[in-house]
């Protein structure tokens, strides 16, 4: 059994992919193909936005909004604590310091009252400058971005989409990586829209940070490639990601979020009053990059990891250690507990889930776990 089985979806688009890197490698325009713009133009038009900017990968995203913002040194940026090391390491990246904030405990996305919190705590202290939130749109459902919105105004923030996760969600007809003043999203192979490789976007409806983008991708380049307007760094989608991507796409719309929000589902059911299944909020819709379950506590998570491994079946911890215990961020201040993140990490278990996923597979994953829980419970 797959976690993610991409050779079953290379199987079901074969014919396309194959024809759209074959198209790539005979015209051997590897660096910006028209099916960079091409893709660019669709994915933008499918969130909403105005602009869509590709690049390398989905930390280069979030790093060149730092960088279209100005985020420097002496700047705070707040960063949810349960999240993927690159929604922190970006804000170091560019010599600002990230204060980490909780998340809740049915959705694992930002906790509005402890984001409050940690802003409230830096003002106290007057000795950083707050300037942007980032908020993480974690395993595939968005935040809560109603009310993240309202505290970005009050304090005056911008706020920052890490759509990673979170590509081809929705809270009601509104789709994910359109939520931020600015969003990112990754194409690492694994995420709801993955490419063969690195790849990632920005998400704006500002002209000027597009431009901004778009100079600072390559080279930071003014009319023409060889005139060169400030420092930038090099930072493309290739050609050929751009050519699998418009594919896997078409499917992800087509009939790859249905497909894995009926595997979720099927999960939902089996598992119900087993173990605790992740809450999507009413009126959200999640592409679900993962299926986390919760156990009473990290003995009993531990056990059932080693039962599924025993049975082949393949698990993960995402994520086994809060950001505020990394080592790379120690000598940051603590300016809000995280106890709910810190929880989180002892007693999650990200199960297989993929478009592809037969039934009789996701039945084998949820009477092991049923085994495992009537041994338990005499
Ligand atoms: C994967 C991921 C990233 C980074 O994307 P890359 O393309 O691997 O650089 C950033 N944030 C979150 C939440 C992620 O899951």
Redesign the pocket.
Known sequence: MQFRDLKAQYQALKKDIDKAIFEVVTDCNFISGKQVEELEKELADYTGMKHCITCA???DA?SMMMMAWNIKAGDAVFVPDF??F??GEIVSFAGATPVFYDVCRDTFNADAQSLERAIEAVRKEGKLIPKAIVV?DLFGQPADYPNLRKIADKYDLLLLE?G??GFGGMIAERRACSFGDAATT?F?PA?PLGCYG?G?AVFTNDDDTADYLRSIRIHGKGDFKYDNVRIGWNSRLDTLQAAVLKVKFKALIDYELTAINRVANMYNVSLNGIVTTPTVKEGFYSSWAQYTIQLPDKKTRDELQSVLRAEDIPSMIYYPKPMHKQLAFSGLNIYEECPVTVALCDTVLSLPIHPYMEEKDIEKVCQCIKDVNNKSTP
């Open positions: 990968n989905g930390t979030l999240t993927f690159s929604s993480v890490d990673a996760q990754s690492f995420k690195d990632g």
